[in-house]
């Protein structure tokens, strides 16, 4: 006979979370009643109340006093890779309501890595733009962009940026060049400070990383970009012929 040594609220934790995620539950249904759910497991109120707690903390209910708890399914956004896209457009396309926030616009020196991968001198300068895009006002996805300066050397040039949903969207209208490809990496990491207060992630959650250069058609390099993707919330789709 196997034994399961988890103990009871974290069996329950598991057992619910399987629920949602297997659309047992409807998102906004409300949960039974503490004494139902209880009495359902065999196990103590105080014991139930610390596996709600987790599911609470972990994104899977809403609890309201008085009222009871509710779910929150974890539903994601499914975005293809094949082209280069706004990030918000994709966020759109999959049914949700997109927004862009820009979070900080900085003139900075860029670090070695950052040059050799602009096909910079050492020691040059540029802008960071971090920002995040949400879907149903969650943030999904938080980006990191580097602006070299001989593609944009102003601040309130760069500025501009805000007006727009994306940084292909901005570099396309706000300066000389067009981009016209994406080179990228996709890699799987854990979330570590700060990304974890950016997209509300707990620490070590895993994320999707995509990193890359954005080339205008002459193959100049005009911006290099990182993204952190909340994996609980966007899925990305390729498709291969």
């Not at 609890?63 to 499914?78: A, D, M, Q, W």
């Not at 292909?168 to 490809?181: H, I, M, Q, R, V």
Request: net charge negative; hydrophobic share 35%; proline share 4%.
């Amino acid at each position: 006979m196997i034994v399961n040594r988890q103990p009871l609220y974290m069996q329950i934790v598991k057992e619910l979370e399987s629920r949602i995620e297997n659309g047992l539950y409807e998102n906004g249904a409300r949960l039974a009643s503490e004494p139902d759910l209880a009495e359902e497991f065999g196990v103590s109120r105080g014991t139930l109340r610390e596996a709600l707690g987790i599911l609470e903390k972990d994104g899977y209910l809403v609890r309201e006093h008085g009222k009871g708890s509710f779910i929150r399914t974890k539903n994601k956004v499914f975005a293809g890779i094949e082209k280069l896209e706004a990030l918000t457009e994709t966020i759109r396309n999959a049914g949700y309501e997109a927004a862009d926030e820009v979070l900080e616009i900085r003139r900075e020196k860029l670090s070695k890595s950052e040059c050799k991968i602009l096909q910079l001198e050492p020691n040059c300068w540029g802008y960071v733009v971090e920002s995040l895009r949400r879907a149903n006002g969650i943030p999904v996805i938080y980006c990191y962009d580097v602006i070299p300066s001989n593609v944009i050397d102003n601040m309130e040039k760069m500025e501009e940026r805000r007006k727009y949903e994306c940084m292909t969207e901005f570099l396309k209208n706000a300066t000389s060049y067009t981009p016209s490809e994406y080179d990228s990496t996709l890699t799987a990491v854990l979330a570590e400070e700060p990304i974890t207060e950016f997209l509300q992630v707990k620490e070590h959650a895993p994320l999707i990383k995509l990193s890359g250069v954005i080339l205008d058609y002459e193959g100049l390099p005009i911006n290099f970009g990182t993204q952190y993707f909340n994996g609980d919330a966007y899925q990305f789709r390729l498709v291969r012929k």
